[in-house]
């Protein structure tokens, strides 16, 4: 009796962990079901990955001391993070390659979800598959620097503009995500930082949440031009879209361009990506 009753009680605490730590490889199966259930996520405060040090607060960035975050002035609440696996862990993306429609053919089920972006004489399509893998990947697009994003837990995928007031910037994972019950459904969202500020970006409520530029808005693209679709439209509408590479993999650098202190810059347009379907303006050509 008291065998049976450990072993059930081991199958019960090992079905309620997640692992911090997971292969980006594997996030791919996991789908957001309802609500949030929160208690379920590794909470950052837990687990050590929030800290004072010398009269600022830090969120753990990675091994490197260069690598904490900054949130001293955050406008997010400690108990909220989740996870905590550092900077860079999933490989965003700062030179993609992309492949031909009819190369990509066989990688992919009429069923599978694209981020479809037109913009002049280009068409880009990104697969969520493989968003799942960079969840950010920055791009150029007909001159325009532009962001290509995905939150599996959140269901957000969106296109933005990565040029703000003037300024082009680079999007990585902080490796945390953060929840709050009356944002998105109390579903938890990724949260990014830029390299030439470190400043925090929520995109659940499209700003930066930390550093320099906090209070500065996002820019969803305009959705004229983009629009959330499958490979079924992809395939039979746009034969000559270029189709973001599978199983790409990116060293990040080892430094980058750093901008000066510059407080909130402006931004037009749209700060919330819509809800996944909510999107689907373009039309076949």
Not at 85 to 104: D, H, N, T, W
Not at 201 to 227: C, F, H, I, R
């Amino acid at each position: 009796m008291r065998i049976t009753l450990l072993v059930f009680l081991v199958y019960v605490f090992l079905g309620s962990c997640q692992p911090e730590n997971r292969n980006p490889e594997q996030v791919a199966d996991v789908k957001p079901v309802g609500k949030a259930v929160t208690k379920q996520r590794p909470l950052a405060i837990e687990n050590g990955k929030i800290f004072d040090k010398e009269g600022r607060k830090y969120l753990y960035g990675g091994e490197k001391p260069h690598e904490h975050f900054d949130i001293t002035n955050s406008s997010l609440k400690d108990e909220q993070f989740h996870y905590g696996i550092g900077r860079e862990k999933f490989p965003a993306l700062i030179e993609p390659q992309f492949i031909s429609v009819a190369q990509a053919d066989t990688s992919f089920e009429s069923e599978d979800r694209f981020l479809l972006l037109q913009k002049g004489s280009v068409t880009k399509a990104y697969s969520v598959r493989d968003l799942t893998r960079h969840e950010v990947v920055n791009d150029v697009v007909d001159g325009e620097p532009v962001m290509a994003v995905y939150c599996i837990l959140s269901d957000l995928g969106a296109i933005y503009n990565r040029k703000i007031d003037g300024e082009t910037f680079t999007f990585a994972l902080t490796g945390y995500t953060y929840f709050d019950k009356d944002v998105w459904d109390g579903l938890d969202g990724f949260v990014l930082w830029d390299r030439e500020t470190e400043s925090m970006w929520w995109p659940l409520t499209g700003e930066a949440v930390s550093g320099s530029l906090k209070g500065t808005p996002m820019q969803v693209m305009d959705q004229k031009n983009w629009s959330q679709t499958t490979w079924e439209d992809i395939s039979s509408n746009y034969k000559n879209a270029l189709i973001l590479k599978p199983g790409q993999d990116f060293n990040p650098p080892e430094s980058w361009e750093k901008y000066p202190n510059t407080g909130i810059l402006e931004a037009e347009g749209e700060q919330i990506a819509p809800r996944w379907g909510e999107n689907n303006s373009l039309g076949g050509s």
